[in-house]
């Protein structure tokens, strides 16, 4: 059926009237866990103000922020600078807060109250405010004044004693996962809160914790230990449980391939010829086959070795058996599938040109996901925002010339 006059208007106006339009966030986050929080309330239209302190003499603010992980990051914001130490800054700061609707941060958790930026500061402001932390474990508690970053996260939560190869000692996994798993979850956690603010009218104080993050991404391995009391070692490119799944190699590289259930294991077996396998008692069942997983492994690899990945691929997709490549970063981004779902977004920025940045993962039907706003410079739009809560050009040119902004 075709779409009418109205349906056309509808979905132009979702394309810019994003999910979040009219809910403004003030971002005091540092690093990336935070910022990977903010960044979700950015993409889907929020108003995001990204406040900073002023530069020390000598900072490589450019070199910095001109690469390409802050370009990433702080992309669909609008950026000012704050001396927040300041009386006059702090107050710009209320100012803001009067009129916003989420602050974001992830200092320190004693560093907030000695700012006096903390929840129960703003809240005294507008109690309608949803405030989102994240702390390296916690806000509170014996470990809550400790700082905290990823890879200490990922050893104190076991993510680094089950990741690697038996016997090799621990391994961290090759992407900051608790920082990103923490931001996102505090985006989720403030989303809900607004949705309850909706209802009741009354802000909340979310939180969560790289610590809390880690061990919350268990998931399964978690379960397997407070139910079985069985303790998860390191199983390197094994699946823990299912076998056979796990990276076998090709005659010009390596495949990842799961087959652990018995039904996929069976076409597995008849798609390789070797249906012989199927009538190994040790074999028939995935407690069987977990147990020999090496001989399992074994005889698989001496098969897939003798062809090249494409061929077994190709061969496993149509006998409905999970398989894929095991791709470089290059070879990701140049995957038909991955630029079908235009994981590579092009954001144009006066500082930097024509770049390419990571789209978000999530799809809104009737919402576009493309960037709309560069990577701002710090202050970059500091007298708009200020006027915007009442600032006169005198009054921003005299907290400029005293350092505060």
């Known amino acids: 059926m075709p779409e009418s006059p109205a349906d056309k208007a509808m979905m132009a106006d979702a394309t810019t009237r994003l999910p979040l ?24 239209g929020a108003t995001v103000i990204r406040i900073e302190p002023p530069a020390s003499d000598g900072e490589d603010v450019a070199g910095r922020r001109h690469g390409f992980d802050f370009q990433n990051l702080h992309r669909n914001k609008r950026a000012i600078t704050l001396n927040l130490k300041t ?39 507008n109690p309608r405010i949803v405030y989102g932390s994240i702390s390296g474990f916690g806000q509170d508690g014996p470990y809550g004044p400790r700082a905290g970053v990823d890879q200490i996260a990922q050893g104190m939560g076991g993510l680094m004693s089950i990741t690697g190869e038996p016997g090799r000692g621990p391994m961290r996994v090759g992407i900051p996962i608790d920082d990103l798993t923490a931001g996102n979850l505090l985006a989720m956690g403030c ?19 790289l610590l809390e993050a880690q061990i919350f991404m268990l998931d399964f391995q978690a379960s397997r230990w407070l139910m079985e009391k069985e303790v998860a070692g390191q199983a390197g490119n094994d699946h823990p ?13 390596h495949i990842n391939i ?61 006998n409905g058996i999970p398989c894929g490549p095991i791709y470089s970063i290059d070879q990701v981004f140049a995957d038909p599938q991955v630029k079908h779902l235009g994981m590579a977004t092009k954001m144009q920025s006066p500082h930097v040109g024509e770049a390419e940045v990571v789209a978000s993962a999530i799809n809104i039907s009737g919402f576009s996901k493309a960037i709309r706003h560069h990577t701002p410079d710090p202050g970059e739009h500091q007298d708009e925002i200020m006027k915007s809560v009442g600032y006169s050009d005198e009054e921003i ?4 010339a005293k350092g505060v902004i």
């Open 258 to 318: 799961a087959a652990s259930s018995s039904r996929v294991f069976t076409r597995f077996c008849e798609a390789i010829e070797r249906k012989d396998w199927l009538e190994r008692d040790d074999w028939k069942t995935q407690v069987g086959r977990s147990k020999d997983r090496k001989a399992i492994n074994a005889a698989i690899s001496e098969i897939t070795a003798t062809r090249p990945s494409n061929h077994w691929i190709e061969l496993f997709e149509a």
């Open 21 to 44: 339009n009219g809910i403004t966030v003030l971002d005091l986050t540092l690093a990336r866990a935070g910022p990977t929080a903010v960044r979700h309330f950015a993409d889907w």
């Open 87 to 125: 009386p006059e800054g702090h107050e710009a700061f209320m100012r803001l807060v009067k009129t916003a609707d989420v602050v974001l941060e992830n200092m320190r958790a004693n560093v907030k109250h000695r700012l006096k930026v903390s929840y129960d500061d703003v809240k005294a402001v």
């Open 397 to 400: 040119a005299a907290l400029r």
């Open 191 to 209: 989303m809900m809160a607004l949705f309850d603010r909706d209802r009741t009218g009354v802000g909340r104080w979310v939180t969560t914790s």
């Open 241 to 253: 449980t299912g076998i056979p799944t796990g990276v076998f190699p090709t005659s010009d590289g």
